[in-house]
C-alpha cells in the first residue's frame, strides 16, 4: 500500500509539472486524478472477481508465482502458515 501510495504521489507530481508548463489549471487535473483513480479502483475489483470467477488463482491454468509469495506472505501475517526455517 505505501509503495503504490508513493508511486501515486510521483506520477502526480509529474502530472502537475507537465500541466504548469501547459498553463493547465491544478485543481482540474487533481480532480480528473482523483476520478481516474477512483475509477480504476472500482474497475480493478470488477476485474479480479471475473477473473478468479474464472480460474483459481494461483493454481494450475494461471500458476501466477507473484501472487503465490503474496499470499504465503498474506498467510504468515495472519499466522495461517510459517516462515521457512533455513
Known sequence: ???AGAISAGDMM???????LLKASPRAQFVAQLVGTAT???????????YS???EIPG???PAPT???????AK???????LATN
Open 67 to 73: 501472487a503465490l509469495i503474496w499470499l504465503n506472505m
Open 1 to 3: 500500500v505505501a509503495e
Open 14 to 20: 509529474q502530472d502537475l509539472q507537465c500541466g504548469h
Open 53 to 55: 470467477s474464472a480460474y
Open 40 to 50: 480504476s479502483c472500482v474497475m480493478v475489483v470488477v476485474a479480479w472477481t471475473l
Open 60 to 62: 494450475p491454468e494461471f
Open 76 to 82: 504468515v501475517v495472519n499466522g495461517g502458515g510459517h
